[in-house]
């Protein structure tokens, strides 16, 4: 597609349930990164892809989270055994190569907005 | 001391003012800078890259002081849809790494 597609775009959970959210970055790019952000506060670095591998998990909260790409496309963050805690929109973004110059723009998806009752 | 420090804000400026504000960073082998806006329950999107000598687009200017490890943005005849948070991003060269600061939010008022 044309840009970042993430699904679903709200989701309502109870406490205790798994959830599955979907990205399908920008055909081509081989960097993907997830990010999850609180009402009114920043990005929270979740986890980096860099094609199938996942480089740097380093930001993942706890062991209920985990992520994966197949393909070297589709990414799905999936959260187990939700807590409260976890509400907050979970962003996806990606880019073409991941490296660090001016050129590579980061370009983001609308966001999957997860709320745990 | 975070890696990016931003003001947080709000600034509320009346619309038609000229408004500036920093983003300073910790990490002097840092190379690559951006600007971010982010609208309010929306993704961020990108402004504008910030080139060391200096870039302008319309009426925003990105500055990029090295000496003190500090990035600008400066936005003239402000508009009402200026409103919305404002974050930078750094990098390290040829590294995944993007360094958020938590962000900056502006309010222009009629």
Known sequence: GAGVSQSPS??????????????????????????????GQGLEFLI??????????SGL???????????????????????????????????????????NTIYFGEGSWLTVV | RKEVEQDP???????GATVAFNCTYSNSASQ?????RQDCRKEPKLL???????????????????????????????????SATYLCVVTTDSNYQ???GAGTKLIIKP
Request: hydrophobic residues 30%; glycine residues 10%; neutral net charge.
């Open chain 2, 98 to 100: 993007l360094i958020w």
């Open chain 1, 61 to 103: 909260p706890s062991d209920r989270f985990s992520a994966e790409r197949t393909g070297g496309s589709v990414s799905t963050l999936t959260i187990q055994r939700t807590q409260q805690e976890d509400s907050a929109v979970y962003l996806c973004a990606s880019s073409s190569t991941g490296g660090g110059w001016a050129g």
């Open chain 1, 10 to 39: 709200n989701k309502v959970t109870e406490k205790g349930k798994d959830v599955e959210l979907r990205c399908d970055p920008i055909s081509g790019h081989t960097a993907l990164y997830w990010y999850r952000q609180s009402l």
């Open chain 2, 32 to 36: 690559s800078f951006f600007w971010y």
């Open chain 2, 9 to 15: 804000g709000p600034f509320n400026v009346p619309e």
């Open chain 1, 48 to 57: 980096y892809f860099q094609g199938n591998s996942a480089p740097d998990k």
């Open chain 2, 48 to 82: 504008m890259s910030v080139y060391s000598s200096g870039n302008e687009d319309g009426r925003f200017t990105a500055q990029l002081n090295r000496a003190s490890q500090y990035i600008s943005l400066l936005i003239r005849d402000s508009k009402l849809s200026d």
